[in-house]
């Protein structure tokens, strides 16, 4: 269900495309169900709903619209004709409720089998807003008979402390009926899906609680604050995964993935490190305070220092990077490369061994082993319409503030006097200077001020 307006984001964006983690709410629901091996995924959208729908469009998924949005029961309604009985359960999820878990709804799923009515239900010590789980009897024992919303409970009821999470499983053809044949006589004059838990006590359907132990999977967001809570919460639980793989992290508080991460042993990432797309760290990697790193491999012994931005980059074995260095895509860098502050590299190979320690920029280029790229140096590889390529051999020695005018070749040991600007090849194993020679002017003397009034 994704067609609410999630009026309390104020928020243009549909709520279900407000991102966690860096993926929209309703993919780590998606996700979920996915895990279950859904044969069907049907998803509600009403408010919105083109904008749902674009963000979904490769995934196979079934969409129906909901319009007006008359609550969760008229919500499930559209889904009537979308629902397949040879599919024995079907499970309804909220698209606002992110965390949940793969084996808890699969839980919920066994516990319907396609024959009883299974609810998700949590115990919170603060239960306000939510449907109240009452049962026969006072005894926690008792029978589920139903689930009153917050809105409509006596006195009596608001004390109840189990609640409705919004996760139910139900045999898809009683479903079918059970939701075409709601009424909207109550407090919201919604049309509830939580009153087809009274129909079945009454048809004498099994109405099953399956009980949520972890409170972060049944959380819902309604508003910028909850959202932030739950981004905290999932960051929390992939620190936690990823030191119990022995990650060395300064502070899981100050960590975020946005994707997914592998590690090799030994690894030790320092705080404000974020991590997006897939990220590789081999063995002994460390990562330094406050960098950036998206769609990277990191070989072992690698460090990268604070205040890095890596994209789309290969580092190499015990690489040496930054501080302040941006290695954007296509960067490849071989074993025991050193990228300085304030070095800028893209679609650049270097071979190992070679460094540019300060202030600089290589795009474009082929850079050979053990090459020394002085400071200030650049590439210049853009004509204004096309890129050109710098290719520079192996023990090549490129003097600071240098500017290599592509398409050039610097051959292998050669030697470019700093303040060169390099228009044409340069062999191989000599000095080559491409600037204005030094002069001195002889009897030149430094103009003086005229004072006034002399
Ligand atoms: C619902 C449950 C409540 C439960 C709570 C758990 C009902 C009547 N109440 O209440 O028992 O404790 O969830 O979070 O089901 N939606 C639609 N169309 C609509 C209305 C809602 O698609 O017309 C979707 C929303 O986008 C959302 C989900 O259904 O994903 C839940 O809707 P919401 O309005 O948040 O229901 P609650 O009042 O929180
Ligand atoms: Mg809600």
């Known amino acids: 269900m994704a067609a609410g307006k999630g009026t309390r984001m104020k928020s243009a964006l ?11 709410l309703l993919q780590h629901v998606l996700l979920a169900a996915a895990d279950l091996g859904a044969a069907r995924t049907v998803v509600v959208t009403g408010h919105g709903a083109e904008a749902v729908e674009a963000a979904f469009a490769d995934d196979g998924l079934v ?13 499930v309604q559209q889904t009537v ?13 909220n698209g606002d409720v992110p965390l949940i878990r793969s084996a808890t709804a699969a839980a919920v799923a066994d516990a319907c089998g396609g024959r009883r009515l299974a609810l998700l239900t949590i115990d919170l010590d603060d239960p306000s807003g939510y449907g109240r789980i009452v049962r026969s009897g006072d005894e926690r024992g008792g029978h589920v008979v139903g689930i009153v919303e917050h809105k409509d409970c006596s006195p009596r009821q608001l004390a109840i402390r189990e609640v409705y999470t919004g996760m139910m499983a139900a045999p898809t053809a009683w479903l079918r009926r059970a939701v075409m044949a709601l009424g909207n006589d109550n407090a919201q004059r919604e049309y509830y899906l939580t009153d087809i838990v009274a129909m079945a006590v009454s048809e004498g359907l099994p109405v099953v609680a399956a009980h949520a132990s972890d409170e972060t999977e049944v959380l819902g967001v309604n508003s910028p604050r909850q959202l932030a809570d739950l981004e905290r919460r999932l960051q929390r639980r992939r620190a936690e995964a990823l030191m119990e793989a022995g990650v060395r992290m300064a502070d899981p508080a100050r960590f975020d993935l946005r994707g997914e991460l592998a590690c090799g042993s030994d690894v030790e990432i320092d705080v404000g490190v974020v991590f997006e797309g897939r990220v ?11 960098c950036v790193l998206r769609d990277c491999e990191v070989a072992e012994g690698a460090v990268i220092h604070p205040f890095c931005h890596l994209e789309g980059a290969k580092v190499g074995a015990d690489a040496r990077i930054g501080p302040y260095a941006r290695l954007r895509p296509g960067a490849d860098l071989g074993a025991e490369v050193h990228i300085g502050n304030f070095v800028e590299v893209k679609n650049s190979t270097l071979a190992a061994g070679a460094k540019a ?98």
């Open 63 to 75: 969409f129906v619209r909901q319009s007006p949005q008359l609550g969760t029961g008229h919500a």
């Open 81 to 93: 004709p979308a629902l397949d009985e040879a599919n024995p359960t079907t499970l309804i999820l």
């Open 357 to 454: 320690n300060h202030l600089a920029y290589l795009g474009d280029a082929t850079v050979g082993e053990r090459v020394n790229y002085g400071a200030g140096s650049i590439t210049a590889n853009y004509d204004g319409a096309n890129k050109h390529r710098t290719v520079i051999g192996a023990d090549a020695h490129i003097g600071s503030n240098c500017v290599l005018v592509a398409p050039v070749s610097i051959g292998a040991g050669a030697t470019i006097g700093g303040g060169s600007t390099v228009t044409a090849d340069a062999p191989a194993g000599k000095l080559t200077l491409g600037r204005g020679r030094q002069v001195t002017i002889e009897g030149w003397t430094r103009p003086v001020k005229v004072k006034r009034g002399a």
């Open 280 to 290: 590789v760290l081999g063995d002994g990697v460390r990562v330094g305070a406050h």
């Open 14 to 24: 549909p709520k279900v495309l407000h991102r966690l983690a860096g993926e929209p």
